[in-house]
């Protein structure tokens, strides 16, 4: 149980230890999973970005801001942000997904230089908000969530690859140094992307979400998972879908370095599947152990500048 005070009607240390987050097994990979993903990654890679860049009115000591737009798969228009360094030599490029909040901004605190940065949107969610997807993250993460082969979270996952595309597009000499940072649904995201991607060289997932589908069937969040849970519970089986969208199993066949930051405690997403994203990593990996994510806990402060630091090390030889 953890020392954590809170009101929830469930423990969402979930009665584990960090010794037993590390033993959480992987779950069954179907034979077909890495056709599954690859033909999906064929078809983006056939994608025209059709980009459309232009300066933002905000101003940055040290970032010329500008929005972008591309086209990703299925025709869905992604939009976003790029941060691209008044000053210095271009030497690596970087996509940061958001969490399921979405996102209205870029980020100005990443730690790590000499860096192009592409912020964006997944598809149905703040500038890539649409006709037909819910914002909502209760009713995003159920779309299409009874057709494996049309099921939006494989679209979100597009958007990276499609985004790698056009941020090499704009900057060709970057490839080579591409990374990418992705924090709850964008850790998770992150994980199924960056599998099947040779472009992307590093890559850090904060508090991953979709880790071990079966396992988060049967655990209450506050989360999408929630959603989903309540869905299964009426519907029937979706692991005829989640099978393929696991962020662990899709970890198994990541062999670039990965740095992850797991919670002990996370009312959101539940820490047995983040750490099984974690455990599920075959090549050069890193742990992060955060006190909890999603929820505010003394030292939480301190807790964020430490692994900010640790990213701008671990990033520092893209």
Same mark, same amino acid.
């Given at each position: !149980?953890?020392? =954590?005070? /809170?009101?929830?009607?469930?423990?969402?240390?979930?009665? /584990?230890?960090?010794?037993? =987050?590390?033993?959480?097994?992987?779950?069954?990979?179907?034979?077909?999973?890495?056709?599954?993903? =690859?033909?999906?990654?064929?078809?983006?890679?056939?994608?025209?970005?059709?980009?459309?860049?232009?300066?933002?009115?905000?101003? /940055?000591?040290?970032?010329?801001?500008?929005?972008?737009?591309?086209? +990703?798969? $299925?025709?869905?228009?992604?939009?976003?942000?790029?941060?691209?360094?008044?000053?210095?030599?271009?030497?690596?490029? !970087?996509?940061?997904?958001?969490?399921?909040?979405?996102? %209205?901004?870029? %980020?100005? %605190? !990443?730690? #790590?230089?000499?860096?192009?940065?592409?912020?964006?949107?997944?598809?149905?969610?703040?500038?890539?908000?649409?006709?037909?997807?819910?914002?909502?993250?209760?009713?995003?993460?159920?779309?299409? #969530?009874?057709?494996?082969?049309?099921?939006?979270?494989?679209?979100?996952?597009?958007? #990276?690859?499609?985004?790698?595309?056009?941020?090499?597009?704009?900057?060709?000499?970057?490839?080579?140094?591409?990374?990418?940072?992705?924090?709850?649904?964008?850790?998770? #995201?992150?994980?199924?992307?960056?599998?099947?991607?040779?472009?992307?060289? =590093?890559?850090?997932?904060?508090?991953?979400?979709?880790?071990?589908?079966?396992?988060?069937?049967?655990?209450?969040?506050?989360?999408?998972?929630?959603?989903?849970?309540?869905?299964?519970?009426?519907?029937?089986?979706? !692991?005829?879908?989640?099978?393929?969208?696991?962020?662990?199993?899709?970890?198994?066949?990541?062999?670039?370095?990965? /740095?992850?930051?797991?919670?002990?405690?996370?009312?959101?997403?539940?820490?047995?599947?983040?750490?099984?994203?974690?455990?599920?990593?075959?090549?050069?990996?890193?742990?992060?152990?955060?006190?909890?994510?999603?929820?505010?806990?003394?030292?939480?402060?301190?807790?964020? +500048?430490?692994?900010?630091?640790?990213?701008?090390?671990?990033? $520092?030889?893209?």
């Amino acid at each position: !149980m953890s020392s =954590l005070s /809170h009101s929830y009607h469930f423990d969402p240390s979930y009665g /584990h230890t960090l010794e037993s =987050l590390l033993e959480v097994p992987l779950p069954n990979e179907p034979e077909d999973f890495q056709n599954f993903w =690859l033909a999906r990654y064929q078809k983006a890679l056939n994608i025209h970005p059709q980009i459309a860049l232009s300066e933002n009115n905000a101003r /940055h000591a040290h970032y010329q801001i500008s929005d972008i737009a591309y086209e +990703s798969t $299925d025709g869905f228009r992604i939009g976003g942000w790029m941060l691209i360094p008044k000053s210095g030599q271009l030497r690596k490029g !970087m996509v940061v997904g958001h969490g399921y909040g979405g996102r %209205d901004g870029p %980020d100005f %605190d !990443m730690p #790590i230089s000499d860096t192009v940065f592409l912020f964006p949107c997944f598809r149905g969610l703040s500038r890539s908000a649409c006709h037909g997807v819910s914002s909502n993250p209760a009713y995003h993460v159920l779309h299409d #969530i009874d057709k494996p082969n049309r099921y939006l979270l494989g679209g979100c996952v597009e958007d #990276i690859w499609v985004g790698v595309t056009a941020l090499l597009q704009l900057f060709p000499e970057l490839e080579g140094h591409i990374g990418y940072q992705g924090t709850s649904f964008g850790g998770g #995201i992150g994980s199924m992307a960056v599998a099947w991607d040779p472009r992307i060289q =590093l890559a850090a997932f904060n508090v991953p979400s979709f880790g071990h589908q079966a396992l988060r069937l049967g655990l209450a969040t506050t989360g999408s998972g929630a959603a989903v849970s309540m869905y299964h519970r009426r519907h029937g089986n979706v !692991m005829d879908t989640l099978k393929y969208y696991d962020a662990a199993l899709s970890a198994r066949h990541i062999s670039i370095p990965v /740095h992850v930051a797991a919670a002990l405690f996370d009312p959101v997403v539940a820490p047995p599947g983040q750490f099984a994203v974690y455990n599920g990593l075959s090549g050069p990996k890193q742990l992060f152990v955060a006190t909890a994510g999603h929820f505010d806990f003394p030292g939480r402060e301190e807790q964020e +500048s430490k692994l900010l630091n640790e990213l701008k090390t671990f990033f $520092d030889p893209l």
